[in-house]
T-cell receptor
Framework: RKEVEQDPGPFNVPEGATVAFNCTYS??????FFWYRQDCRKEPKLLMS???SGNEDGRFTAQLNRASQYISLLIRDSKLSDSATYLC?????????????FGAGTRLAVHP | DAGITQSPRHKVTETGTPVTLRCHQT?????MYWYRQDPGHGLRLIHY???????DKGEVSDGYSVSRSKTEDFLLTLESATSSQTSVYFC?????????????FGPGTRLTVT
């Protein structure tokens, strides 16, 4: 079982739609959670951190459910520019040090 | 954008040849990382460095070695490239080792081993 699992998609949605991505993680001791965005053939960039109380940044809302070990990302009013792959990232203690574990990503395609 | 460059950006090489990829940063961050990214997998850590001449293995370190002689440069070497090392390689930097902090990524190197 992968440590961080995501639905690979693609999610094809029209502009203006609301779309939600989920991610599950296996290590209950994980402490930090993030969503990164990766455009085609580009490097990943931090989109937002995910806090226990949930947090919002404009059209983006991230939620964390520690009991169920899953993280979600909600995008409202989708724009063409939101088309990208969204990576769920979890920090975990492994081999004596904290490291980031990346999911394989969920691809989003927003069409006119 | 964080000042991270990688060279070369693209490389095609033959099985059995040595290959060195370079990561250069201008941010003076202490920690540097090498990842590989393959379809169906998340980024996987190859090696990381926590200071000049201080490096350690990640989860997929077999077949790779690294060196860091200066704060700004982190080299990844494939001693004898194999087709399974065909991948996109990303360098990353961070100010802190604590993984609650953001990592910044370079633009990537696409390596093809034929």
């Amino acid at each position: 079982r992968k440590e961080v699992e995501q639905d690979p998609g693609p999610f094809n949605v029209p502009e203006g739609a609301t779309v939600a991505f989920n991610c599950t993680y296996s290590n209950s001791a994980s402490q930090s959670f993030f969503w990164y965005r990766q455009d085609c053939r580009k490097e990943p960039k931090l989109l937002m951190s995910v806090y226990s109380s949930g947090n919002e940044d404009g059209r983006f809302t991230a939620q964390l459910n520690r009991a169920s070990q899953y993280i979600s990302l909600l995008i409202r009013d989708s724009k063409l520019s939101d088309s990208a792959t969204y990576l769920c990232v979890v920090n975990t203690l492994s081999g004596g040090y904290n490291k980031l574990i990346f999911g394989a990503g969920t691809r989003l395609a927003v069409h006119p | 954008d964080a000042g991270i460059t990688q060279s070369p950006r693209h490389k095609v090489t033959e099985t059995g040849t040595p290959v060195t990829l370079r990561c250069h940063q201008t941010e003076n961050h202490r920690y540097m990382y090498w990842y590989r990214q393959d379809p169906g997998h998340g980024l996987r850590l190859i090696h990381y460095s926590y200071g000049v001449k201080d490096t350690d293995k990640g989860e997929v370190s077999d077949g790779y070695s690294v060196s860091r002689s200066k704060t700004e440069d982190f080299l990844l070497t494939l001693e004898s490239a194999t087709s399974s090392q065909t991948s996109v390689y990303f360098c990353a930097i961070s100010e802190f080792l604590d993984s609650s902090y953001e990592q910044y990524f370079g633009p990537g190197t696409r390596l093809t081993v034929t």
